[in-house]
């Protein structure tokens, strides 16, 4: 039914979408259909994409329904605004964005069957997808058999690097390295103890994190313990804590396990006046759901949070809300999605051509200035150049940002004595 | 033509031989090589649909678990293919080159003893067969020798399903967990990702689900046959007569499990990885829907349930991404409501009697009398002392063995 809406609102460019979308980005010019002429299609479209003389069409694979719908329905309203802003603001080489949405139902099976259909089939120009590590492994084969191009929003454990594939969430060591040394330098923080879901991210960050803290700080790791997914008992854990009493938590703990654990962590007493705990998997969409109250005053180590105070985030909320509704929150990863399409964008018009070979070698120093989280960078690895920041959870729900990384962190995804 | 029409509505090997020219044929024909694929993918589920009518249909063992035997045999092939994949060379950004790449990333550093004998192909294609085989009779003999049956023996796989998912989620440096096996590439050499490795393994897939078709009508032809028949009916009157109920049922649950066995290897082939999501409930209760949507007596109803089924998923998936789900449950809700037996109860209760119409003119022994016995559950305890007599498969079978039309004597 939304998609419905959806795609009526892409087709309708009312006057207060265009000039938001104008707004939004002051790069652009004024370009026109005489870009689409200057650009024609045969000459910007030589492996048979679908791109027409006044449309591109691209694909969008998230889940819609399943498990992971509550995660992903954030990307796909961030896919949706950013590429409506974008058609508002004249397209790509002149070139309005046309949508397949396709469902990959939280089932990784799916996923390599829609996006076999989105490359073979609709001979989409870029896919706007994925979320779980689980189905970009999926989908990560056809993508290069195929020669698709992926954006891919999710923070994630690295390990991976793939001409197809532009990671516009941080890889592990861009959201760890800097966030730990901030509880060690700021809080004193000297032992840790580590938790995760029991899945390739969190004991693949951990691992990172161990070294991290063991090898290059010389510091002690008291403990580290995995939950299946889903997993909702958590007092034993809590036991353990009060037990060995760590300086620092370090909690990569996803999904709905994450309800469980901040409230029986709170019903056991753990709350920030005792405890510090640093967390790289609860973003403002988590937090909906363990409620701010039960959690404030814990860390997150993210490089987007809502309440980031900067012009281009003041408009990427408003323009958010404005289109879904003003109880909409804005998570890490709906930011990175965000990213995608306007990466994409840039990619094809510095290519001037919407070759997936030409975007993947024009992408790398790719700058996006209108960033909701201030700038990004294409590193020649497809992952992004960002900032980390720190945020205290409060007890609306929101985020006080309390530290930023100086500088942007390089991107990394296969860190040299981290393995 | 006459003839042909009574042969085409009587005789079984018809049906299938309906069903080989849509698969060899109109198939391959009609579709682009990618809808082939896709197709070749819901080919791999009729093995588990082919294996439920035997076992639910049949045996009348319901099994909600035929996901984790699907599973087994797609892992075994996996496996294969895994460490084919993970060659020192192509893997030498790991920590220790040579081992799949999830198992570095949970810091093991050796592949496991278990993983070894998998670098053959003889032991995978083995494994396949042999894996889900032998857990099948480990958890029938369990059960059926201690007379657990019915929806006590249905909740059981259930919590094998789950037992089992949360195995290879939870031991995932052995197994690659959530993600499963991923990025398959060659097999002995064959890259399996072109369109030509698809076409041929599209049709090597179709020549198994046939092989598996006629082994199981065997099966239905044979006094052993008739028996699960007579156990599903009265289970107390076999055992009365002599017989050891148990091991007839262990061996049919073998039999369906094998035959997922095989379809999960295939569908690891055409497919390109394994995970665990093929092994859980929610699947395994979805194996049981083709068998049902396509009539759980017929073995030919299984394969055309299963297409069914999965043309519906993509095709509304595809033109209705946000509520497909929906359209989904009204075609379940609409083929349990409106057919009963499945497409194949359709064709047993209009398209044969219409095909039989002029026939029944002809002073020739009655044969409308099958239509008439397609399962009404009522009349099952009426009819249970002629077991035979009331499986559609068998009736016009049996019948044409005397009048010497069927082909399949021969």
Redesign the interface.
């Known amino acids: 039914m939304s998609s419905q809406d959806d795609r009526d609102d892409l087709q309708s460019t009312s006057r207060r979408n265009f000039s938001k979308g104008l707004a939004t980005l002051p790069l652009i010019g004024m370009p026109g259909l005489s870009l689409a002429a200057k650009y024609p299609t045969a000459k910007v479209n030589t492996t048979k994409l679908a791109v027409t003389d006044t449309e591109v069409t691209v694909g969008q694979l998230h889940s819609a329904t399943g498990t992971m719908a509550i995660s992903e329905t954030g990307s796909i309203q961030a896919e949706r605004l950013a590429i409506e802003q974008i058609n508002a603001a004249g397209g790509v080489l002149g070139r309005q964005i046309k949508i397949i949405q396709e469902d990959g139902a939280s089932d990784w099976p799916t996923f390599a069957e829609k996006s076999k259909k989105l490359l073979v089939n609709d001979r989409v120009a870029a896919v706007f997808g994925c979320w779980t590590s689980a189905s970009r492994k999926a989908v990560l084969p056809i993508f290069e058999k195929e020669n698709g191009m992926l954006y891919y929003p999710t923070f994630y454990e690295g390990l991976e690097q793939s001409k197809n594939v532009i990671y516009t969430g941080q890889e592990a060591t861009q959201q760890i390295l800097w966030g730990l040394d901030w509880v060690m330098k700021e809080k004193g923080a000297k032992s840790f103890f580590l938790i995760g879901s029991d899945y390739i991210w969190p004991r693949t960050s951990n691992k990172i994190a161990r070294k991290h803290i063991e090898n290059f700080r010389h510091l002690k790791v008291v403990g580290e313990e995995y939950y299946p997914l889903g997993h909702t008992n958590f007092n034993s854990l809590i036991n353990k804590i009060k037990i060995v009493k760590p300086d620092c938590i370090y909690a990569i703990v996803v999904g709905g396990s994450n309800v469980a654990f901040y409230k029986q962590m709170k019903a056991a007493g753990v709350t920030s006046k005792k405890q510090l705990l640093l967390t790289i998997s609860v973003t403002e969409d988590e937090l909906l759901g363990i409620g701010g109250e039960n959690c404030d005053g814990f860390y997150a180590c993210m490089k987007y949070f809502q309440s980031l105070d900067n012009s281009n985030n003041h408009k990427f909320v408003e323009a958010f809300k404005a289109k879904y509704g003003p109880k909409a929150v804005i998570g890490d990863v709906t930011q990175a999605a965000y990213l995608g399409p306007w990466l994409w964008k840039f990619a094809v018009e510095k290519a001037g051509s919407f070759d997936i070979d030409k975007i993947a070698k024009a992408s790398p120093g790719i700058e996006f200035k209108g960033a909701p989280e201030g700038y990004v960078k294409i590193h020649p690895n497809h992952h992004l150049w960002s900032k980390a920041r720190i945020g205290e959870i409060q007890s609306d729900g929101q985020f006080k940002v309390v530290a930023e990384s100086p500088e942007l962190i390089e991107p990394n995804p296969f860190p040299k004595g981290y393995q | 033509m006459d003839k042909f029409r009574r042969w085409i509505a009587s005789s079984d090997m018809a049906s299938i031989v309906v069903l080989a020219i849509v698969v060899f044929a109109v198939l391959p024909a009609t579709t ?1 090589i ?1 809808r082939l ?2 197709i070749g ?1 819901y080919l791999t589920y009729a093995f588990v649909a082919v294996g439920l009518v035997m076992l639910w249909g049949y045996g009348g063992i319901l099994s909600l678990g035929q996901g984790v035997f699907f599973g087994l045999g797609g892992y075994c092939m996996a496996m294969f293919l895994k460490l084919e994949a993970s060659d020192p060379v192509s893997t030498k ?3 220790t080159p040579g081992i799949p ?2 198992m ?4 093991l550093t050796a592949l496991p003893f278990w993983w070894e004998p998998f670098r053959h192909l003889p032991v995978a294609l083995i494994g396949m067969l042999v894996v889900p085989m032998v857990l099948a009779a480990v958890i029938g003999f369990a059960m059926f020798k201690r007379r657990v049956g019915g929806v006590y023996f249905a909740i059981i796989t259930q919590a094998v399903a789950m037992i089992i998912t ?1 195995l290879i ?2 031991q ?1 440096g052995y197994t690659g ?4 096996i ?4 060659t097999m002995l050499g064959w890259d399996i ?1 072109t369109d030509s490795a698809k076409y041929i393994l599209y049709f090597a897939n179709a020549i198994l689900l046939f092989v598996a078709i006629f082994a199981c009508r065997a099966v239905q032809r044979t006094k052993l046959g008739t028996l699960l028949l007579a156990m599903r009916d009265k289970e107390d009157r076999v055992r009365f007569s002599g017989y050891d109920v148990a091991n007839f049922k262990v061996f049919v649950f073998c039999l369906a499990a094998t035959l997922c066995g095989v379809g999960g290897a295939m569908f690891t082939l055409q ?3 394994m ?1 665990p ?2 092994v859980g409930i929610v699947p395994s209760i979805e194996m049981v829907i083709f068998a049902a949507v396509g009539g759980r007596m017929s073995l030919v109803g299984a394969v055309y349930g299963t297409l069914l089924v999965n043309f519906g998923k ?1 095709y509304f ?2 033109s209705f ?5 929906f359209l989904m449950a009204a075609l379940f809700i609409g083929v349990v409501m409106a057919f009963p037996n499945g497409l194949a109860g359709l064709w047993e209760s209009y398209v044969k009697p219409w095909l039989l119409r002029e026939r029944q003119a002809v002073p020739v022994p009655a044969p409308e009398k099958t239509p008439a016995v397609a399962e009404d559950p009522s009349e099952a305890e009426a009819a249970s002392t002629r077991p035979v007599a009331r499986s559609p498969e068998h009736a016009p079978a049996s019948k044409n063995r005397s009048d010497g039309v069927d082909p399949a004597v021969a």
């Not at chain 2, 570095?104 to 810091?107: T, Y």
């Not at chain 2, 991923?182 to 590439?185: N, V």
């Not at chain 2, 991404?321 to 789900?325: D, I």
């Open positions: 682009d990618f694929n896709l993918k950004i790991q920590s790449d999830f570095d990333w949970n810091q949360v989620i939870g995932q967990g959530v993600n499963g991923t990025d398959l590439k990702r497919v390109g990885f995970s999501s093929f993509t998936s595809e991404p946000e509520m497909w789900l």
